[in-house]
């Protein structure tokens, strides 16, 4: 149990920073989704042969 909870916290204390800069989060989510969302018919097209 506490090996759990250590790992827990250990977990938490490298995530916090990240959170805390809601803003600078949420912008690099968008732009990564958006960049996956432009390059994802790049690649399939090459994939697939129609």
Do not use: R, W
């Not at 989060?25 to 097209?45: G, R, V, Y």
């Amino acid at each position: 149990m506490l090996a759990v909870l250590t790992y827990s916290l250990t977990g938490t204390a490298k995530i916090l920073p990240v959170v805390k800069k809601q803003h600078l989060l949420l912008s690099t989510l968008l732009l990564c989704n958006a960049a996956a969302m432009e390059a994802l018919p790049i690649f399939l097209d090459s994939l697939v042969t129609a």
